[in-house]
């Protein structure tokens, strides 16, 4: 005998996921207003008798024998090998977010046709008609002729046709947010929807060893629209970064857990595609011009990578008695504590000033080691003289004024070595490297130094 299904209603924060008795004008959870939506729900018959199969537990391995690895598939995109660890694994569910227009079908369309030894290719599209798609794969180039596309929205549609496909298969569905149940009374795109089906695809990739990757949308603060949980559903969970006005993009991993999530991949947006950016350095900086005031080079660290970025400062008079501190790429409040620790530490005047601050190439950067160069970069507009020619920075400023050590300084060294600077300003405690490398190493220990750099 089976327990008869239930419909309820349910009141649901459309922006945290939050769940209410009863509507609400704000939502206690998040503090949005009017983002509490109606929702009805029907529970399924549970059946009284429950199978449990044999095998249901099992031991884990003897940790003293060799194992073989879970099963990758390497792709032809060395970037994207980088950011997921060595490549795709079976099973597992990928979230790729990103702003509209930024690239997400096109990077997913170029490695449906990038990705080898796969035996099916499977592109399945909610917002766009198969004839669209085509287009969109005649216009790359993309040359797998072994790629299937389809066109629809229905969850149960898609797992029916799918339901023959298991192991060695890749599985693109563009997008969640416009894929619903008949199942669930909301429209689609709703927290119940995005939820339910979600979880249906990744017991269908777990279930049959599929590659899944889900395409989701972003909502104005640049998170993927939906509950917090749909990122804790999934194996990994990628953003795909980038200034419309430039062509550089970048693909950043949040979560991973079959790998590191410090790695990036930098592309760069062309008419026939997205191009792999083999030396991002060069490419940041290739307009670089070390005889402008306000301008620093900073040597950072994604991952493992070295990475030469350029940052740009701009300090004006202004008459607002609350000046302001405005930052693209980059913390605004970290750039206010750099000011504030300028004017106490240095006795700067800072209080009828605005300060601009931008990562050029639409980069953003959240790693500390980036203070000093963005110190530089105010001292020397603030001043109108350029910083030494050559010169690269890295350190991070604490509030005593002090440069402190960053991590991986060698890899800093060679990055601007190998890109033909000739000096390196950086924490007094950082190591030295061997005598023979051809750049100059300069030591400081307090961002009161910054002054006696600039060029006379």
């Known amino acids: 005998m089976n327990r008869m ?44 008798n429950i199978s449990i199969p044999d095998n249901f ?25 980088r950011v997921l660890g060595g490549g795709f694994v079976d099973g597992s569910v990928i979230l790729l977010g990103g702003n509209p227009g930024i690239g997400k079908s096109t990077l997913l369309m170029q490695l449906l046709s990038a990705i080898k030894g796969i035996e099916h290719y499977i592109y399945i599209s909610a917002e766009e008609s198969t004839k669209q798609v085509s287009m969109r794969a005649q216009r790359l180039k993309v040359t797998n002729d072994d790629l299937r596309i389809a066109s629809s929205s229905n969850i149960h549609q898609i797992l029916t046709a799918l339901s023959e496909i298991k192991h060695n298969s890749i599985v693109v569905i563009d997008s969640i947010q416009t894929i619903s149940s008949d199942l669930i009374q909301s429209p689609p795109g709703s927290i119940s929807q995005v939820r339910f089906c979600t979880q249906e695809l990744v017991n269908f990739a777990k279930n049959n060893d599929v590659i899944v990757v ?21 194996d990994c969970v990628l953003y795909f970064e980038g200034d419309k006005a430039y062509d550089y993009r970048i693909l950043r991993c949040e979560k991973n857990r079959y790998g590191s999530t410090d790695e990036i991949g930098v592309f760069a947006m062309t008419t026939e595609g997205l191009r792999e950016v083999a030396n991002p350095s060069s490419a940041f900086l290739s307009e670089y011009d070390d005889n402008v005031s306000g301008v620093a080079v900073f040597s950072g660290i994604e991952g493992t990578r070295p990475i030469l970025s350029e940052i740009q400062a701009l300090v004006s008079n202004t008459s607002n008695p609350a000046p302001r501190r405005s930052a693209i790429g980059f913390d605004p409040y970290r750039l206010s504590m750099l000011v504030a620790v300028l004017s106490n530490r240095c006795k700067l005047n800072f209080s009828n000033k605005d300060v601009y601050l931008n990562i050029a190439g639409g980069l953003k950067i959240t790693e500390p080691a980036i203070d000093l160069a963005v110190v530089a970069a105010i001292v020397s507009s603030a001043f109108h003289r350029p910083l030494p020619q050559g010169a690269v920075f890295f350190g991070e400023v604490s509030l005593s004024g002090e440069i402190r050590q960053s991590h991986l300084s060698y890899s800093r060294i060679k990055e601007a070595q190998k890109l033909g600077f000739s000096q390196v300003i950086c924490s007094y405690k950082t190591e030295d490297f061997d005598k023979n490398e051809k750049i100059r190493l300069r030591k400081i220990k307090s961002i009161r130094e910054i002054l006696g750099i600039l060029n006379k």
């Open 5 to 48: 299904g239930k419909r309820t209603t349910q009141y649901i924060c459309q922006s945290c996921g939050a769940m209410f008795s009863k509507w609400m004008g704000q939502c206690d959870v998040c503090k949005d207003w009017n983002c509490v939506v109606e929702e009805l729900t029907e529970s399924k018959p549970l059946a009284d």
């Open 57 to 81: 537990f099992e031991t884990i391995p003897d940790t003293g024998k060799s194992q073989p690895d879970a099963t990758r598939h390497e792709t032809e995109m060395k970037e994207i090998n």
């Open 214 to 234: 889900i395409v989701g949308h972003v909502t104005k603060d640049g998170a993927i629209a939906g509950p917090k949980t749909l990122e804790h559903m999934v």
